[in-house]
């Protein structure tokens, strides 16, 4: 089996997962219960690009072929890491707010000088 082959089946692999845990939220939880799974959800069709986008190995293909639930342990392991984003984002949304208040401040200023 070549390369593209074997990650054609990785990848239909996946999307089954994909599909079959998005139905299982359908079928068994409220729209408010699906709401606070919306995290996980993305965090899933991330991991599923990721995996799409990447040039896996031909063993690390055949490793997540035997692997039952690749989403899910790759989403547990994500989110049990030191929580490194959360760092990023708050660093991201605080640079954004300062950036926006000099912006707000500078046309103030502009405004009071005319």
């Known amino acids: 089996m070549n390369y593209d082959e074997l990650k054609d089946i990785l990848m239909k692999k996946i999307d089954q997962e994909l599909y079959n845990y998005k139905q299982n939220l359908i079928k068994n939880y409220t729209p408010e219960q699906i709401i ?3 995290y996980e959800i ?3 069709e991330q991991i599923r690009d990721i995996l799409d986008s990447s040039m896996l190995g031909r063993q690390e293909m055949k490793v997540l072929l035997k692997t039952d639930n690749v989403l899910g342990k790759l989403y547990d392991y ?3 890491l ?3 984003i959360w760092g990023q984002l708050e660093d991201r949304v605080d640079e954004k ?3 926006m ?3 707000d401040y500078q046309k103030n200023k502009n ?3 005319r």
């Open 36 to 38: 606070n799974e919306a």
């Open 111 to 113: 405004r009071e000088v």
């Open 97 to 99: 707010i300062t950036k």
């Open 101 to 103: 208040a000099l912006l």
């Open 82 to 84: 030191d929580g490194n």
């Open 42 to 44: 993305n965090f899933k």
């Open 78 to 80: 994500w989110e049990n």
